[in-house]
């Protein structure tokens, strides 16, 4: 990177000098130009640098031996999610990791058995932005290998998450960690089942998974819904939902928007953790 920005200065003084000789307005354009342009790879360093010096320092008592607990992560293969279950087989839980597609499963399997041994979840844990491995070492001969098991789901597929549901409820997941989210940009598309793909993906099919969970005799002691600060810009019409069959989430005047469209799919999530609240008395929420 700061290779990049030295030759871009190189650049701006060769400009800056050849400017002296040529066409005045034209090489104060380019000079201009270059300005400009040397900006975004500056400012992308200097977040990096503070985000490193401001990283949040984790409580010891947050970090605690997760041995015997099922966790079972949506969209547990990339992003929030992959380095979720990186870190819950660091604490030794045993992690149910849905995934829409093969490619991401073999991925996270080859991670996995690393991950999943007391000498691979110590390395881990030691590269670890949050340096687990100095907080939480479990001992070897207490602590066995993570269990990591990895099942085919869609979530904007209600057929897909009824099988899914079936065989999880098998393992009795103690936590549901909601990870999944996806913006889709074009308003005409659809899922499988003819929802809105934004509201399917994010929403529904969480709901038919936990609905699902607890018809089968496994509902969870805690579940965990990522959620976004968009959601408060979210607009919920519950008759155009009704009305539309959930191709739409209500009539909000002007051109689509797509973020503003996922922002309505995440205020379904709140939605959802208050009814939960209401109906699953037992079970923590957050």
């Known amino acids: 990177m700061r290779t990049i920005n030295f030759w871009w200065i190189a650049q701006l003084q060769f400009y800056s000098i050849s400017s002296l000789r040529g066409d005045p307005m034209a090489s104060v354009k380019k000079v201009a130009a270059l300005f400009f342009a040397i900006?975004?790879?500056i400012i992308f360093a200097s977040s990096k640098v503070?985000?490193?010096?401001?990283?949040?320092?984790?409580?010891?008592?947050?970090?605690?031996?997760?041995?015997?607990?099922?966790?079972?992560?949506?969209?547990?293969?990339s992003g929030i999610g992959k380095a979720t279950v990186e870190i819950l087989c660091v604490l030794?839980?045993?992690?149910i990791v849905a995934s829409r597609n093969r490619e991401d499963?073999?991925?996270?399997?080859?991670?996995s058995e690393t991950t999943t041994t007391f000498a691979g979840r110590r390395a881990l844990g030691a590269n670890n932005k949050y340096h687990l491995a100095h907080r939480f070492v479990p001992h070897p001969a207490s602590h066995p290998a993570s269990l990591l098991t990895l099942l085919q789901l869609d979530l904007s597929d209600m057929r897909s998450v009824q099988r899914f549901s079936s065989s999880a409820a098998a393992r009795k997941p103690s936590?549901?960690?909601?990870?999944?989210?996806?913006?889709?940009?074009?308003?005409?598309?659809?899922?499988?089942?003819?929802?809105?793909?934004?509201?399917?993906?994010?929403?529904?099919?969480?709901?038919?998974?936990?609905?699902g969970l607890d018809e089968g005799g496994a509902r969870?002691?805690?579940?965990?819904?990522?959620?976004?600060k968009l959601e408060s810009q979210g607009y919920i019409d519950t008759e155009v939902v009704r009305l539309s069959v959930g191709t739409k989430l209500n009539n909000r005047e002007g051109k689509f928007n797509a973020v503003k469209n996922y922002g309505d799919a995440k205020l379904c999530n709140q939605l959802l953790a208050t009814e939960l609240a209401e109906r699953w008395k037992d079970t923590t929420r957050s």
């Open 39 to 41: 900006q975004p790879p």
């Open 50 to 77: 503070y985000r490193e010096q401001h990283r949040p320092d984790l409580p010891l008592h947050t970090v605690k031996d997760l041995s015997g607990c099922v966790v079972l992560c949506t969209e547990g293969t």
């Open 92 to 95: 030794g839980a045993d992690v």
């Open 105 to 111: 499963e073999c991925k996270v399997r080859t991670k």
């Open 175 to 211: 936590v549901v960690l909601s990870c999944a989210a996806e913006i889709f940009t074009d308003p005409e598309s659809r899922s499988v089942d003819g929802y809105d793909p934004t509201f399917a993906t994010s929403a529904l099919g969480l709901q038919a998974l936990l609905q």
């Open 220 to 228: 969870p002691s805690k579940v965990v819904i990522i959620a976004s």
